[in-house]
């Protein structure tokens, strides 16, 4: 670590969050320290429930703090730093939030099965519901948007939408609204919000669905 006290600090988180030991070396010292594993667990239901917002700092989206503020968990803040361009705050993953977020979106690559809920049988699939707004141009790319999650995710049995802003861009993403999955996607100019109506009966089940469907935003772009 050549001394680095924060360096250290990385080093034993991510020993942690893997389940490795760290072994460090002082100038000083005569031996090598060893740091084990301890019996402390990273928090995966935070990651399941935030995992829209570090999937899209990830991308490297520009997420703004104001669109993330009412969601906002202070749990996060270790997870995060913030910068500010053009008189407005935005947020980037921090070393932590890099470490945690790659930690648990390939422990949940190799578990989702177990965790996401049963299919919904192709009879009960139902097309995509457009709200009755002037949707301009943008009307087919929200079909064929809402359309690809309906048919790829097999838990999923149909998209509505609810919400409309053709002067609006945000980062594409999913979350937890109440009760609700909500999907946001934009094109960069325009936003469209909607419901993910699925098979799953639990907390833990809806969260499973809003993780997947956030690692699935790269193959439907």
Not at 78 to 104: N, W
């Amino acid at each position: 670590t050549g001394g680095y006290k924060a360096q250290i600090a990385i080093a034993v988180l991510m020993g942690q969050a893997l389940g490795v030991p760290v072994y460090y070396k002082h100038e000083r010292f005569s031996e090598i320290i060893a740091f084990p594993p301890m019996p402390i667990g990273l928090d995966f239901s935070l990651w399941l429930e935030k995992s829209g917002i570090l999937t899209a700092l990830d991308r490297q989206d520009l997420v703004q703090w104001q669109e993330v503020e009412e969601d906002w968990d202070e749990r996060m803040e270790a997870l995060v730093e913030r910068l500010e361009m053009d008189g407005k705050i935005y947020l980037e993953l921090s070393p932590t939030g890099q470490i945690f977020h790659e930690t648990f979106k390939g422990r949940f690559q190799s578990e989702y099965d177990q965790v996401l809920p049963p299919a919904v049988p192709i009879s009960q699939k139902k097309p995509p519901d457009l709200t009755s707004h002037s949707w301009e141009n943008a009307r087919t790319p929200i079909l064929n948007w809402l359309q690809k999650i309906t048919e790829d995710c097999a838990y999923v049995q149909s998209c509505r939408t609810h919400y409309w802003n053709k002067d609006l861009p945000t980062p594409v993403l999913f979350r937890l609204r109440g009760e609700q999955i909500e999907g946001i996607f934009s094109n960069g100019s325009w936003t469209v919000k909607f419901y993910v109506d699925t098979s799953s009966n639990t907390p833990g089940q809806r969260a499973a669905c809003v993780a997947d469907l956030n690692q699935r935003i790269e193959h439907w772009k």
